[in-house]
C-alpha cells in the first residue's frame, strides 16, 4: 500500500468525509478500493476522467447547495464528498486543503465553483436516507456491534439527505441529532441497557447538542454518538456476561439472532452441538428461568419498542416477532409486563396495552 492511499484512509476517518478515486476510465471507488457509495452516471465520470483541469480544488454545488469538491493535482483525481445535507463550503474547502497539502506539501488554489464546466447531477443526495440501511444500523446498535455500526452508518449518510424539519440551518442539524439519539436509545434498551440508564444518556447528549453552536460541531458529533451507545451496551453485556459461563451467553446470542423465526431447542442444539437437555438445565441452572422464558421476554422487549415507535399493524408486528396470533403475544405481553388486559378482542387488547406504556 502507498503511502499517499494510507494517508487517505486516514483522512477519511478523521473528517468523515467520503474520499473517492476516479481512474482514467472513469471507475470510482472508495480509498479501500470498494465502489464509492455516491452513485454517479457513467457518462459523467468519464468526461470528469477526461476533462482537463487546472491543478486545485473543485466544489461541486449544484442548485447552490454544496455536496463534495473535486481535487486534482498530478496524480490524483479525487471526489470529496461531505455525507450530510447541511455541510459548509468553508468545512469542505478546509478538508480539501489538508488532504491536497498532505498529498502535494503546498497548499492548492481553491476554485469556488464547477457548475458552469461540469454540472453535478441534480439527483445526488436528494431522497431521503435509505429506510432499509437505518434499520442495518439501528440494529447495529441493538446488537452493540460497532464495526457494522459504523459501516451501516457510513452507507445510510450517504445514501440521502436526512431531511428539512426546520428553517434555520444550525436548528435543523440539532432537531435532526436529537431525533437520532431518541432512536438510538430505544434500540439501546432493547440490546440490554437499563431504561433509567439509556434515558439519563439521551438527555445528558440532547443537552450537549444544545450546547454546539456549529454546523461543523454538530456533524462530528453524529457517529459519536451512535458508538457511545454502544459502548454503554458493551459495557452492560459485559458485566452481565461475567456472570454467566460463556455456553449460557452462547445459547442467548443464538436465541437474539433467530428471534422471530421457527427456531426450536432441536435447532439450538444442533447450531451449539450440545444435547438439547443438557442446554435447557444448564440454562435453568444458571439463569433461574428457562429457555423459552427467556425467549419470549426478549421478543416482548422488541415488542415493546415496535409497538410504541412504529407504526406497523400490531398483527404485523406479531408475525415479524413469531408469535403464532395477535391474541397469543397478547397473553404473552400482559405476563411479562404485567399489564392489566381484559380479555378484549386484539385490537382494543393492544390498544388498552399502548396507552398503559404511553
Not at 482537463?52 to 486534482?72: E, K, N, Q
Not at 444550525?170 to 431518541?182: A, F, P, S, V
Not at 423465526?261 to 438439547?276: E, G, I, P, V
Request: charged share 20%.
Amino acid at each position: 500500500m502507498t503511502e499517499s492511499l494510507k494517508f487517505l484512509q486516514n483522512m477519511q476517518e478523521i473528517t468523515q468525509l467520503e474520499i473517492d478515486q476516479l481512474d482514467a476510465a472513469g471507475q470510482l471507488t472508495d480509498v479501500w478500493n470498494r465502489p464509492a457509495i455516491v452513485k454517479l452516471p457513467e457518462s459523467y465520470l468519464k468526461k470528469l476522467a477526461a476533462a482537463s483541469f487546472t491543478p486545485g480544488i473543485f466544489l461541486l454545488a449544484p442548485s447552490s447547495v454544496i455536496r463534495g469538491a473535486l481535487l486534482v493535482d498530478s496524480k490524483h483525481r479525487l471526489l470529496i464528498w461531505q455525507n450530510l445535507r447541511s455541510c459548509t463550503q468553508h468545512h469542505l474547502e478546509q478538508a480539501g486543503s489538508a488532504i491536497w497539502f498532505g498529498l502535494n506539501q503546498h497548499w492548492p488554489k481553491i476554485h469556488k465553483t464547477f457548475e458552469n464546466e461540469l454540472p453535478l447531477p441534480e439527483h445526488i443526495l436528494e431522497n431521503h436516507n435509505s429506510y432499509e440501511l437505518e434499520k442495518r444500523m439501528l440494529s447495529a446498535v441493538r446488537n452493540g456491534d460497532d464495526s457494522s455500526y459504523q459501516h451501516y452508518f457510513r452507507l445510510l449518510t450517504s445514501s440521502g439527505a436526512f431531511g428539512q424539519v426546520a428553517k434555520d440551518r444550525l436548528r435543523n442539524q440539532k432537531n435532526l441529532l436529537i431525533c437520532h439519539i431518541t432512536l438510538l436509545t430505544r434500540q439501546a434498551i432493547e440490546g440490554g441497557l437499563a431504561p433509567n440508564e439509556a434515558f439519563a444518556l439521551s438527555d445528558q447528549l440532547c443537552q450537549q447538542v444544545e450546547s454546539l453552536q456549529t454546523i461543523e460541531q454538530l456533524n462530528a458529533r453524529l457517529q459519536a454518538i451512535g458508538q457511545i451507545f454502544i459502548q454503554r451496551i458493551q459495557t452492560t453485556r459485559q458485566a452481565q456476561n461475567n456472570k454467566k459461563g460463556l455456553l449460557t451467553q452462547k445459547i442467548e446470542a443464538a436465541l437474539r439472532d433467530h428471534c422471530g423465526q421457527n427456531y426450536s431447542l432441536d435447532d439450538l442444539a444442533h447450531d451449539l452441538q450440545r444435547d438439547k437437555y443438557y442446554l435447557a438445565h444448564l440454562y435453568k441452572q444458571e439463569t433461574g428461568q428457562t429457555i423459552n422464558q427467556y425467549e419470549n421476554s426478549y421478543r416482548i422487549s422488541r415488542f415493546k419498542s415496535m409497538l410504541l415507535w412504529t407504526d406497523q399493524p400490531i398483527t404485523e408486528i406479531a408475525a415479524v416477532l413469531g408469535f403464532a396470533t395477535p391474541n397469543y403475544a397478547s397473553r404473552c405481553f400482559s405476563r411479562y409486563c404485567a399489564a392489566s388486559v381484559s380479555p378484549a378482542p386484539p385490537a382494543e387488547a393492544f390498544t388498552a396495552i399502548k396507552n398503559t406504556l404511553g
